[in-house]
């Protein structure tokens, strides 16, 4: 999945496996409800911007601790397949290696890649021309899965250390990613938090 462009680079170990990959049976997916997602999302942005906010004030190791906690069981229970939220809605950062990775998976130079799928925004950053993600195919599953940029494979970016330090982002965050605001829902109530 992909990662906000303003994502700190030096993050988390990988979401590998968790995302969008893999041989499938189709038939057992019902997809996602993403438009009732959104309207929940919006519904609680107000609440769950207010709540994250308050975690600054926290232990930052008990915070990381409850969201690791629940990033693993939310994504024990979560299928990546029935959703892509993220390719369809967020273009990631593409570094000069994430660049090289991918232009080789498809049998590209580097430079005819960037000018095929790339544009550069305004902090200089080469990101997506289009979205959802030319890599996106219509399954859900990633075209370049093995290759996808490093911001890709970390989203959400739940499972990072100093959690509390991208506060921001995770608000953002659970605008998109139905994962995200299932944990921040569950993480208002978690009891390590209210002690800490
Ligand atoms: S938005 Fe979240 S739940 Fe949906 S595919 Fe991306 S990481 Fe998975
Ligand atoms: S490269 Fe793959 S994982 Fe990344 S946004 Fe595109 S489809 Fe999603």
Known sequence: MP?????????CTALAGMHIEGSFNRAALAAMDLQAFTARAKSQAVENKKFLKSLTRKDVRVVDEA???????????????????????????????????????????????????????E???YVLKSLPCPFLLPDNRCRIYEFRPKACRDYPHTHRKKINQILELTYRNTLVCPAVLKMVDRLKRHPLLKSA
Do not use: M
């Open 3 to 11: 990662q906000p462009k303003n994502w700190p680079t030096d993050t």
């Open 67 to 121: 969201f690791h906690r629940e990033h693993e069981d939310v994504f024990a229970e979560t299928n990546c397949l029935t959703c892509a939220n993220c390719c369809k809605t967020t273009s990631p950062i593409f570094y000069p290696n994430d660049v090289e990775r991918a232009a080789r998976a498809l049998g590209l130079k580097p430079g005819a890649f960037a000018e095929r799928f790339l544009r550069i925004d």
């Open 123 to 125: 902090d200089r950053d």
